[in-house]
């Protein structure tokens, strides 16, 4: 029996396509896109701006407004703390910055550094649902802010945050917003237009791309200004200094036109595939409840085993590759603090298990999968009844 994937939460396979676009960049077109005065530099800047325009159109961008970077956390860092120290250092004194107690480590470990500059981090608590109510934002800004975070959909629950609706109150109060798109880009329709938002965070490894290359949206009309992270030559306008890896870029551009044409049908397959899961496991006497809102993602699901160790089932199917808490935290031992920022104890969250299929995953895995889990559960819940009574 395979071994089936149900964590394109943490990161995804790359598609084939993808890799097809790829393996030129590394052997013959091998050039520096920055070095464009003779043929080697013009194909592979002619690659990156060809990825620029497909990472663009994904998010109804212009191709300028475009910053490739390593990934989500370089993005996350380089619109928080960039944005945050150009608008001290040239405005206002605005020195609040708010973000939202279940986004990911990297952007609320940059909101906290940035208290070591003299900045005010506000981290804004979350309901039972994982959903941040936008009158908690309208509070925290009445203190004049520099900039407000908030993702558009958790890593953990998948939960949608109404990112419209809270960038509209952050802009009526000047403060700049930034949203952290690296689970929702590829998944869900996006237009950064449509939002007005300021910035905006992508990963290619979570839509079928390579890891290590992702992007920063940065509005130009207005134009959002940044103190760039690194000091260098001052490639993408000045925002990122280091050479390219066109071949990474050039993926992470395939892996976007991809997304785009195939959003709404796989949705719509991923969509079923979790339903049949959670229907799977009711049928066969597994008690698991849904973590968080009913405006969720199509491929992510937190489940809650009902009185039965998420660590306990995990190491009881190891034919099945899901995780408690994300990819970054899963070393640690203690329950997921995106779980008990909502409200869960810390009892319910060491009962709950994210599972995220994706675009390689087939109904017959899906169907394995509840039967491993539910055999998995009850197998633990009879050891625990076992120590209870021993
Ligand atoms: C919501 C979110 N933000 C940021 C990241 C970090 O992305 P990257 O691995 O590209 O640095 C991830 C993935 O780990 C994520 O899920
Ligand atoms: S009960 Fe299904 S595999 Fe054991």
New binding site residues.
Partial sequence: MRDIYLDN???TPCDPRVMAVMAPLFVEEFGNPHSTSHIFGLRAAGAVETARAQVAALIGADPREIVFV???????NLAIKGAARHRLRHGDGRRRVITVAT??K??LESVRDLAAEGFDPVILPVGRDGVLDPDLLREALATPSALVSV?A???ETGVLQDIGALAQIARESGALFHS?M??AAGKIPIDVGALDIDMA?L????LYGP?GV?ALYVRRKPRVRLEPLFSGGGQERGMRSGTLPAALVAGFGKAAEIAEASLADEAERLTALRDALIEALHERQAPVAVNGAKARLPGIVSLRFLGTSALAIMASAPEVAMSVG???SSAAIEPSYVLTAMGLSVEEAAESLRLSPGRFTSPADIARAAEVLACAAQRVRGQQAARMTA
Avoid: R, Y
């Fill in positions: 939460a943490a990161t390593s990934g989500a956390t370089e993005a996350n986004e990911h990297c952007v993702m959909a958790n890593n952290d690296a689970q965070s990963s290619a490894h979570k890891k992702g994300s990819a970054c």
